[in-house]
């Protein structure tokens, strides 16, 4: 049972950390280099509400606030004038993780930092006692997923993202502006980021150089999905259960190598990945 709670919390925190990247990536056909950096900006933010003397729970919409205040300025300032060279957009926010994960090192320092996770404990599963907060991100990548498919499915916002993203020619020539559709997702997507840096936290030390890792599976996972959410979780199941099976029978080490070269060899074998034909 516990195996099986691994793989679910594994997939949970996968999603999480990917589903802003590919909320970026669908809407604008470019991979946001400086996600890693919003994960960072994300979990900073947790560390000062705690600093601060807030509830843990506090670091959550600050980490929101500040991820999506700091993509609004981002896409303003960097990504606009470039959505026509997507190669050097790219480039850019490459750039831009690495100036941002150095501003964080002069204000925080490199000491690397804990944050108290916001639920201690365990919780019994079927006889099996596992870390509550683990178990709590599985609700917290249901609701996100969850919020998301309502946001693209069922509001305005969602059907004018999903006309940019068939056909932007002709949803400008139905009115639609797809400057601010652009605008409102990427500070969406940096948000999401954010707001996922936060909630690993937790699980791991605060260190100016902490998104990095993560914003390399993130991106293996965006390639294989396209910008589906739903081929987004099927990846995550799958490669998070090789993931999860492989650190645990063979070698930790083979496990952190696993998204990268499933994802390599998916693409190898199928180019448009999970979401070829669906």
Known sequence: MAL????????????????GLLLIFGVMKIINFAHGAFLTIGAYASLVAAQLGFSPWAGLPLA???????????????????????????????????????LITLGFGREVKFVASPVQGTLAVLGTDYSAYR?????????????MAALLTRTRFGLVTRAVIMNEQLARGLGINSGVVRFATFSVGAGLGSLAGALITPLSSVDP??????????????????????????ATFVF?????LLSTFVSPILGGLAIAVLAAITLRIRPKGFAHGG
């Open 135 to 147: 178990l709590l991100l599985v609700g917290a990548a249901a609701l996100i997923g969850t919020v």
């Open 209 to 234: 150089n902490m998104g990095v890792p993560w914003l390399v599976n993130a991106f293996m996972l965006v390639m294989v999905s396209g910008s589906s959410m739903a081929s987004l979780l099927l």
């Open 64 to 102: 929101l606030l500040a991820g999506g205040l700091a993509g609004m300025a981002i896409e303003w300032c960097v990504v606009r004038p470039l959505y026509a060279r997507p190669l050097d957009a790219i480039l850019a926010t490459w750039g831009l993780g690495i100036i941002i994960g150095q």
């Open 240 to 244: 998070g259960a090789v993931q999860v």
């Open 4 to 19: 099986i709670l691994d793989i679910l919390t594994t997939v949970a925190v996968l999603y999480v950390v990917a589903a």
